[in-house]
């Protein structure tokens, strides 16, 4: 049986090789081809390795290889340095035997992460390594909607943004974006642990329900961390645009938590505000908390 590594590493470099085309490298087309990227001997040939050493590889298939070979596949297929640690954390990790047990237990958010939320005068949640919403203060809830509407194991920001219901509100200009950055730090938390029943399951039912996300997890892209720019409709009080930052909290890999800000005295400082103060005499006694 492959290693769960191994088969990420290789399609990894199948979804990077594919991204390239020979004129992005110097090389001459060369009559008709049955592929849109490199061929696996064109990739073989930029990086100085056999065809078959290569074709191994991203078959998945028992080979270790070397940093100076990692090295020089991140430089055929012009990686960026955040693609680049991808490929090396996938390849040091399908050199080492899988743990006999690894650990999945449940992800717990600190007391003094709970604290903090709480004083922050700002929206904020606490996404966990597959993105689970794990915990959030009464301004996210103010902002996204009460998350104890949902039952806990569809509070999740990847779930949510491919949910069938949701698919008219969701169509914003850069909704697309926003869900590669999803994607892509699911990616990242896959090349930490690939067996990890919570990424087999989300995965696994998206792959089965949403073509469109089929295709952008295809990709490949990873992201360790993202911020950006989103614009909330809000009928009660107008559009508020927000910058958006994630925080990484201790533990490896361990939860984030994704801040949501604007500048102090804007406009949309003050809808945000509007919002939260409306929000607050709907709700009867202290805002309720994920358990």
Same mark, same amino acid.
């Given at each position: !049986?492959?290693?769960?590594?191994?088969? *990420?590493?290789?399609?990894?470099?199948?979804?990077?090789?594919?991204?390239?085309?020979?004129?992005?490298?110097?090389?001459?087309?060369?009559?008709?081809?049955?592929?849109?990227?490199?061929?696996?001997?064109?990739?073989?040939?930029?990086?100085?390795?056999?065809?078959?050493?290569?074709?191994?590889? *991203?078959q998945g298939r028992e080979v270790r290889p070397s940093d100076d070979v990692l090295d020089a596949l991140a430089d055929a297929l012009a990686l960026d340095d *955040?693609?680049?640690?991808?490929?090396?954390?996938?390849?040091?990790?399908?050199?080492? /035997?899988?743990?006999?047990?690894?650990?999945?237990?449940?992800?717990?958010?600190?007391?003094?992460?709970?604290?903090?939320?709480?004083?922050?005068?700002?929206?904020?949640?606490?996404?966990?390594?597959?993105?689970?919403?794990?915990?959030?203060?009464?301004?996210?809830?103010?902002?996204?909607?009460? /998350?104890?509407?949902?039952? /806990?194991?569809?509070?999740?920001?990847?779930?949510? !943004?491919?949910?069938?219901?949701?698919?008219?509100?969701?169509?914003?200009?850069?909704? *697309?974006?926003?869900?590669?950055?999803?994607?892509? !730090? !699911?990616?990242?938390?896959?090349?930490?642990?690939?067996?990890?029943?919570?990424?087999?399951?989300?995965?696994?039912?998206?792959?089965?329900?949403?073509?469109?996300?089929?295709?952008?997890?295809?990709?490949?892209?990873?992201?360790?961390?993202?911020?950006?720019?989103?614009?909330?409709?809000?009928?009660?009080?107008?559009?508020?645009?927000?910058?958006?930052?994630?925080?990484?909290?201790?533990?490896?890999?361990?939860?984030?938590?994704?801040?949501?800000?604007?500048?102090?005295?804007?406009?949309?400082?003050?809808?945000?505000?509007?919002?939260?103060?409306?929000?607050?005499?709907?709700?009867?006694?202290?805002?309720?908390? /994920?358990?």
């Amino acid at each position: !049986m492959a290693h769960p590594y191994a088969r *990420e590493l290789g399609d990894f470099l199948r979804a990077r090789r594919g991204r390239l085309h020979p004129h992005d490298v110097g090389l001459e087309p060369g009559g008709r081809r049955k592929v849109t990227g490199l061929r696996r001997e064109e990739l073989a040939l930029l990086a100085g390795l056999s065809t078959d050493y290569y074709q191994r590889m *991203e078959q998945g298939r028992e080979v270790r290889p070397s940093d100076d070979v990692l090295d020089a596949l991140a430089d055929a297929l012009a990686l960026d340095d *955040e693609e680049r640690r991808h490929l090396f954390t996938l390849a040091h990790a399908a050199r080492r /035997p899988m743990p006999a047990r690894p650990d999945h237990a449940p992800e717990r958010v600190p007391d003094g992460t709970r604290r903090l939320l709480s004083v922050l005068d700002t929206p904020a949640v606490v996404l966990g390594r597959h993105l689970d919403v794990l915990a959030w203060n009464p301004m996210a809830e103010a902002l996204l909607g009460d /998350p104890n509407a949902l039952p /806990p194991d569809r509070l999740n920001m990847l779930l949510l !943004m491919f949910d069938d219901t949701m698919t008219n509100s969701r169509r914003c200009a850069d909704w *697309e974006r926003q869900a590669l950055d999803y994607i892509g !730090m !699911m990616r990242a938390a896959v090349a930490t642990d690939p067996t990890h029943p919570r990424a087999t399951a989300v995965v696994g039912e998206l792959s089965i329900r949403s073509a469109e996300f089929r295709r952008l997890w295809g990709r490949h892209d990873v992201r360790e961390s993202v911020s950006g720019t989103k614009t909330f409709h809000i009928p009660e009080v107008g559009d508020i645009a927000l910058d958006w930052d994630t925080y990484p909290l201790p533990g490896n890999p361990g939860p984030v938590m994704l801040v949501f800000t604007t500048e102090p005295g804007s406009p949309d400082a003050d809808r945000l505000r509007l919002l939260a103060t409306l929000h607050a005499t709907r709700t009867a006694g202290p805002g309720r908390r /994920p358990a």
